[in-house]
Antibody
Framework: EVHLLESGGGLVQPGGSLRLSCAAS????????LSWVRQAPGKGLEWVSG????????YYAGSVKGRFTISRDNSKNTLYLQMNNLRAEDTAVYYC?????????????WGQGILVTVS | DIQMTQSPSSLSASVGDRITITCRAS??????VNWYQQKQGKAPNLLIC???DLQSGVPSRFSGSGSGTDFTLTISSLQPEDFATFYC?????????FGPGTKVDIK
């Protein structure tokens, strides 16, 4: 059974940093792309960043480019999101989402989400 | 970047009703659209990919259609467990934009 578990969220001041982790299990980690998707309180879904199975291809939304860094450790089955220079508008629940292939943008499994509050 | 819009933003319906949600892309994206259902306080759930391919385990009352810029999600007979917010998402190119969502609630 596929399982994705986010951690590392919390309260941070504007301008601060935070690193999110997503521990994965139940599938062959290195053969699937992964993404971070966020949802501000009471708002819709926003794709943030994605990374291919090997880590060789990386993509960002314009709203976070230059401030956030996505990475993965295939030996630890873990996805990361380093968030720097955080702003109030980054406040959201952050979801880790598994792609059904090595980069197709079909998110077939999601974590339960982790709250990041910038205040 | 490709923008996605949805209509309506919300709708009220009764159990047994047939409902249709529309999604429009700002440029042609072939059939690169997915549909997700999100219940309150939960993570989204993938219902349909590639415009019309029903995910395993998703009831057949859900269906999707469209290509190019216009897409639809139809629920043929609304069930109590279907009340939720529905999002379309394009995976034609990054950034993988979502639509703003359509909230379906009980009339």
């Amino acid at each position: 059974e596929v399982h994705l578990l986010e951690s590392g969220g919390g309260l941070v001041q504007p301008g601060g940093s935070l690193r999110l982790s997503c521990a994965a299990s139940g599938f062959t980690f290195r053969t699937h792309a992964l993404s971070w998707v966020r949802q501000a309180p009471g708002k819709g879904l926003e794709w943030v960043s994605g990374i291919s199975g090997s880590g060789g291809s990386i993509y960002y939304a314009g709203s976070v480019k230059g401030r956030f860094t996505i990475s993965r450790d295939n030996s630890k089955n873990t996805l990361y999101l380093q968030m720097n220079n955080l702003r109030a508008e980054d406040t959201a629940v952050y979801y880790c989402a598994k792609d059904d292939t090595n980069y197709g943008g079909n998110f077939d499994y999601w974590g339960q989400g982790i709250l990041v509050t910038v205040s | 970047d490709i923008q996605m819009t949805q209509s309506p933003s919300s709708l009220s319906a009764s159990v047994g009703d047939r409902i249709t949600i529309t999604c429009r892309a700002s440029q042609s994206i072939s059939r690169h659209v997915n549909w997700y259902q999100q219940k309150q306080g939960k993570a989204p759930n993938l219902l349909i990919c590639a415009a019309s391919d029903l995910q395993s385990g998703v009831p057949s009352r859900f269906s999707g259609s469209g290509s190019g810029t216009d897409f639809t999600l139809t629920i043929s007979s609304l069930q109590p467990e279907d009340f939720a917010t529905f999002y379309c998402q394009q995976n034609y190119s990054t950034p993988f934009a979502f639509g703003p969502g359509t909230k379906v609630d009980i009339k």
